[in-house]
């Protein structure tokens, strides 16, 4: 099987590359152009795209023991359910997280100076 996770009823592939130099969010959390005088933005980035990975790794442990389970191998039922659970709950905190911090650069680019 190839790096593709099925989520939702689509193939998806792994999160990567998101955040950090060439990433679609670097601009936003100053992977590509840091600002002067922002110390801990490039922490906080590096505390944001491990937490990425992290739901990452989740999801493709839990489709691992799902593709393990209908393959016939000794795992329990229960196992999986946990572990695709742990995933979902995982993958929700981080769409809720994400929504929040583009609400907070929203709400950010609005300020009059």
């Given amino acids: ?14 999160i990567s590359g998101a955040l950090g130099s060439g990433g679609a969010l670097a601009p936003l959390l100053g992977g590509a152009a840091p600002a002067d005088g922002a110390p801990g933005l490039g922490k906080f ?10 739901v990452n790794e989740a999801m493709l442990s839990a489709d ?16 999986v359910m946990i572990a695709m659970t742990k995933a979902d709950i ?10 929040r911090v583009i609400e907070a650069y929203e709400e950010i680019s609005r300020m009059q100076v």
């Fill in 64 to 79: 691992a023991k799902a593709e393990a389970l209908v393959r016939g191998e000794e795992l329990s039922i229960h196992e």
């Fill in 1 to 14: 099987m190839s790096d593709a996770l099925l989520v939702g009823g689509a193939l998806q592939k792994p």
């Fill in 45 to 54: 980035a590096e505390v944001l795209e491990g937490q990425l990975e992290s």
């Fill in 90 to 99: 995982s993958f929700r905190l981080m769409t809720q997280v994400g929504r």
